[in-house]
Each structure stands twice: as C-alpha cells, then as structure tokens.
Nanobody, 120 residues
Framework: QVQLVESGGGLVQPGGSLRLSCAGS????????MNWYRQAPGKERELVAT???????NYVDSVKGRFTISRDNDKNTMYLQMNSLKSEDTAVYYC??????????????WGKGTLVTVSS
C-alpha cells in the first residue's frame, strides 16, 4: 500500500517561513512527477508548484521568488520551503504524486493535507 503524508504546517506570522514535507511510503518502486496544491477557504484547489524526477521545478506566479520546491529521491520525500508568507497563502496544502509501485503500476496519489495559517 502506497501513501503520501504531509507535515510541517502550522500558524505563522506574515513575513515568516515554514517548510512543508511530503513523505511517500509503502510499496514504492519510483516516484515520478510531484506537486504541491493548496485550497484556501471558499476557493478551488490550485496547483502551487511542480517538480520532475530530475528536479526541474515550476511555480504559480503568486509564489515565484518566495517558495522553493525540492525533493530527495532516496527518501521518497518532497519539500516546500515557504518564505515571506502572506495572509493569502493561508490554505490546506496537499501533496500529489505519480507513483510507480513494485508491480510497475503507475497511479496518482494524494496526501490528506496540512493546514498553513498566516496571521498576526
């Protein structure tokens, strides 16, 4: 059984920083593309950042220059370093990935999310 688990969310003041982690576990053969999504209260889920297995990253315009996505393939883990946080970054952040299991079947997986609240 494969699963993704996020951690690192919490309450932070505007201008502060947080680092989110997403750890994959279970019968993983390989993790391909990985993504961070977020969903703010009353809004639709949006794609925040993506990273390929080779480390190429892309970001939504609203977080460029403030957020950095990275991954450690040996640990099956992805990170999101969030700096200069704003109140509009408040959301539940979800990890998403395309994972090939040991039977070489590829499926899209979601974590359950971690809440980030930016407030003074």
């Amino acid at each position: 059984q494969v699963q993704l688990v996020e951690s690192g969310g919490g309450l932070v003041q505007p201008g502060g920083s947080l680092r989110l982690s997403c750890a994959g576990s279970g019968s993983i053969f390989r993790i391909n593309g990985m993504n961070w999504y977020r969903q703010a209260p009353g809004k639709e889920r949006e794609l925040v950042a993506t990273i390929t297995s080779g480390g190429s990253a892309n970001y939504v315009d609203s977080v460029k220059g403030r957020f950095t996505i990275s991954r450690d393939n040996d640990k099956n883990t992805m990170y999101l370093q969030m700096n200069s946080l704003k109140s509009e970054d408040t959301a539940v952040y979800y990890c998403n990935a395309f994972i090939e299991n040991v039977a070489h079947y590829v499926r899209n997986y979601w974590g359950k999310g971690t809440l980030v609240t930016v407030s003074s």
